[in-house]
């Protein structure tokens, strides 16, 4: 009899979802490829008199060095720290006589400037944009404010016990690998990087062959082409080809303690997966779901549930172009720690050695597309989804693809992604200092 509610809750949740995500994304979307090779999207969305802009170029904290740890989101901040025409706090004031506002941040495999305004003000905010990427004026006050408050940042991740176990476990899973790092850097990087350095990020990064420009809203697309194509036509294409991400070197499993002066352990695996481009990354997102995403995930039922030996429970797995990793994590009282670490070790072991069943397959997919159709609700979210999936080179339509791969899923998939993925486990355990 649970079983049957289960599937038949399973299916409503699904059909629900369904009809969610066709709402989620109005609107056809354009395509143009500037003759520098900017490439420019445009979803026009009426249901709101509000539009947003995207413009991201591929080059995150995944093209850089050791040496260079950093630069790209510590360009990105300086980008809105002013201009040759005006200062950081014109440029927020002038967003804000928009009705909006201007952000910047530069990620693992993009970076990104983005703008939100009245529907009515779209083509000045898309000047703001233009000017914000195309005239910076790196003045030297202003990047010391940022290196300071970047790495105030920094020691408060480190501060922070999920984000710092999270950072030692991707240094145990990539090694001296780009996708080692936060996209924020190292203290070592940022104290070292200076206004030449930001300058030749910025050079590198910002070729129009490289750079997505997305603007979702209530628009009329020719217009936003014609716009678009006065204020970013005239960039120059660099001859030179632009530079690929390093090759991830092989790594061992391993086992690492970590001793903070915290109140709650951790306990993180870690595996390597496939990159988003890649058939099984659909199954493997399904796994992780199954796993540790809700209250009917294996990890919340069986380790937090039934025994009590978790306060807080998860699985999941970011979007990567590379070798992506999947993560289970789990906090718990010091005297759980060994309980606990056991009980997620067995839980991953029973999923990779086991079967999944059909009800909580169906939940973990609708789980999956509930999410995706509620991240894109907004134009913010529609643009960056544009930008983002465009500018890494699975293109613009990748989610509505990758819906359908979800709904595709079966249960032999997901044993043959847990079979094949879950083999070689990466622990961290962060523990109070003795």
């Given amino acids: 009899m649970r079983r049957r509610v289960g599937l038949a809750l399973a299916a409503v949740v699904a059909a629900l979802l369904v009809h969610v995500s066709a709402a989620a994304a109005p609107g056809a979307v354009s395509r143009r490829v500037l003759a520098n090779g900017l490439t420019i999207l445009v979803r026009e969305r009426g249901d709101a008199p509000v539009v947003a802009v995207s413009l991201q170029v591929r080059g995150g904290s995944h093209f850089e060095t050791t040496e260079t740890a950093g630069v790209t989101n510590f360009l990105q901040r300086v980008l809105l720290r002013g201009t040759t025409k005006r200062s950081a706090v014109e440029l927020a004031e002038a967003a804000e006589d928009l009705g909006g506002r201007l952000e910047a941040a530069g990620e693992v495999e993009s970076a990104e400037v983005r703008g939100e305004a009245l529907a009515r003000h779209w083509e000045a905010l898309l000047e703001l944009v233009a000017e914000v990427v195309r005239a910076p004026a790196f003045a030297p006050q202003e990047v010391e404010k940022e290196r300071r408050l970047l790495l105030s940042q920094l020691r408060a991740r480190a501060d922070n016990p999920f984000p710092a176990s999270l950072d030692a476990l991707t240094r145990e899973l990539y090694g001296s690998h780009p996708y080692a790092w936060p996209s924020l850097g190292t203290r070592q990087s940022l104290e070292r990087l200076g206004r030449e350095a930001l300058v030749a990020r910025y050079r590198e990064l910002y070729r129009p062959d490289r750079m997505v420009l997305a603007v979702s809203g209530q628009v009329e697309r020719a217009r936003v082409v014609k716009a678009a194509e006065r204020l970013f036509g005239t960039l120059e294409r660099p001859a030179r080809a632009a530079p690929a991400p390093p090759p991830v070197p092989p790594r061992a499993p391993a086992r690492r303690v970590i001793e903070r002066p915290v109140q709650q352990a951790h306990v993180l695996v870690g595996y390597r997966g496939p990159g988003l481009a890649e058939p099984a990354y659909p199954a493997v997102r399904v796994l992780a779901a ?29 979007y990567r172009t590379g070798p992506a990793f999947l993560v289970a994590y789990l906090g718990t009282a010091p005297a759980s720690l060994g ?75 997901v044993a043959a992604a847990a079979a094949r993925w879950l083999a070689a486990p990466t622990v961290v355990v962060l523990t109070p200092a003795r």
């Fill in 290 to 318: 199954v796993l540790g995403s809700g209250m009917a995930s294996r990890l919340f039922v069986e380790l937090r549930d039934k025994q009590g030996l978790a306060y807080s429970v998860g699985a999941f797995v970011p």
């Fill in 339 to 413: 309980a606990a670490e056991a009980g997620v070790l067995r839980e991953l072991e029973r999923l990779r050695a086991g079967s999944v069943g059909a009800a909580e397959l169906a939940r973990a997919k609708a789980y999956l597309l509930g999410n995706l159709a509620l991240d894109r609700r907004t134009n913010a979210r529609q643009a960056w989804y544009l930008a983002f999936f465009e500018v890494v080179g699975v293109g613009w339509d990748f989610p509505e693809r990758y819906a359908r791969a979800l709904r595709a899923v079966t249960a032999e998939d």
